[in-house]
């Protein structure tokens, strides 16, 4: 019989800096399938042979990928004895934070920029009981006052400048190198927002030792700082997971890329869109607008003859549920046909 999944901490053990005795706070998140999409990769590149893989975090215990480095945050907070933690976010690390902090019985504060955050978010956020305070301001805006408050006050930061954040989410890195067969894709795309997300993952490549991808990372064109190279004052995008002007993690990020030999770009919200529509149409696989932006980069890299996909691997990592955001899901689609309920008119619906 195979071990039960009992989280990412555990099964990684080895790999990360958490002794014997620690005691881990865990939702059992990770081991997300990593799903081959052949039909999205001859739609992005005709016959050359390029294997895509979706790496399908919106199967984590709280719909995004927050929750493998969320693990290790609160696991480690606990540990050192926090009473509160607090985080900036645009949805997905609130909720997270929110869960693994009613798991461990702790108080938990989120800050959200007011108006900007998605449904499912929220009531998740709202569900689990963390403090829910509603910024009028961007995400960048809360993420300055909850870094000034924890210097203040006793409150543990859980927002990815904390090291532990990445900790956890590298071993994202290491189960797709473990799904592949022992071996890393020769491309690892994926959204880009406060980049903590691009940073876990190539440390996780490099500590792993098993082979490196280069790294391919996609901004909202309204909120592409690292692209641009200058602070987006008011960053704008219909993702609003990565509606954000001033990463924290823009240092390491750009790190990433020159060590990998990768890029970054930027993708309008109708290539986004219309990579969420393909994820969903042509794949079955359903998530958040913000999540399809590494296959957005993808898609245009390829079309712009930048990235040659003959024969090659690529990953791309689909960050959030779509779920998360229902409202932008039933805007964009046409509206459910409405019909007496009579066969005949199932009849003439179907001859229409
Ligand atoms: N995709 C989703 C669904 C996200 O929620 C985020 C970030 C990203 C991509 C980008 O990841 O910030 O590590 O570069 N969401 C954060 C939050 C900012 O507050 O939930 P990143």
């Known amino acids: 019989m195979t071990r039960p999944w009992t989280g990412v901490i555990h099964h990684y053990h080895n790999y990360l800096p958490f002794s014997e005795e ?85 108080r938990c504060l989120v800050l959200v920029p007011e108006g900007k955050i998605a449904l499912g978010k929220l009531a998740a956020s709202l569900a689990y009981g963390a403090e829910v305070i509603s910024v009028d301001g961007s995400f960048d805006d809360a993420l300055e006052m909850v870094r000034a408050i924890v210097e203040r006050q006793p409150i543990e930061l859980v927002n990815s400048i904390n090291p532990w954040r990445l900790e956890g989410q590298k071993t994202g890195a290491f189960e797709i190198c473990d799904q592949l067969g022992g071996r890393a894709p020769d491309w690892h795309c994926l959204p880009v927002g406060n980049a903590g997300n691009i940073t876990s993952y190539w440390m996780g490549y490099k500590q792993y030792e098993k082979g490196l991808p280069r790294i391919l ?22 993702a609003t997971a990565i509606r954000i002007g001033n990463p924290a993690r823009w240092r390491q990020a750009l790190e990433a890329l020159d060590e990998s030999d990768g890029q ?12 969420w529509q393909l994820l969903a149409k042509s794949e079955g696989i359903f998530v958040e607008p913000a999540s399809a932006t590494g296959v957005a980069a993808l898609k245009q890299q390829i079309a712009a003859g930048e990235l040659d996909p003959t024969n090659k691997t690529a990953v791309c990592v689909l960050t959030g549920h779509g779920l998360k955001d229902p409202d932008t899901a039933v805007k964009l689609a046409a509206p459910p046909v409405t019909l007496p309920a009579e066969l005949s008119a199932l009849e003439s619906y179907l001859a229409s």
Request: aromatic content about 4%; some cysteine; proline content about 5%.
């Open 22 to 106: 620690t005691k881990i706070v865990t939702l059992n998140e990770g081991n997300t399938p990593l799903i081959e999409a052949p039909r999205l990769a001859n739609l992005i590149a005709p016959d050359a042979g390029l294997r895509l893989f979706l790496k399908y975090e919106g199967l984590n215990p709280t719909g995004s990928f927050k929750d493998r480095g969320m693990t290790a945050a609160i696991t480690q907070a606990v540990a050192e004895g926090a009473q509160t933690v607090i985080c900036a976010s645009t949805g997905n690390t609130a909720a997270s934070a929110a869960a693994y902090a009613a798991r461990a019985g702790i």
């Open 217 to 238: 990372g996609g901004q909202a064109a309204g909120s592409a700082p690292i692209v641009l190279g200058r602070v987006v004052e008011k960053p704008e995008t219909i």
């Open 264 to 275: 970054i770009t930027a993708v309008t919200d109708e290539d986004i869109l219309a990579s």
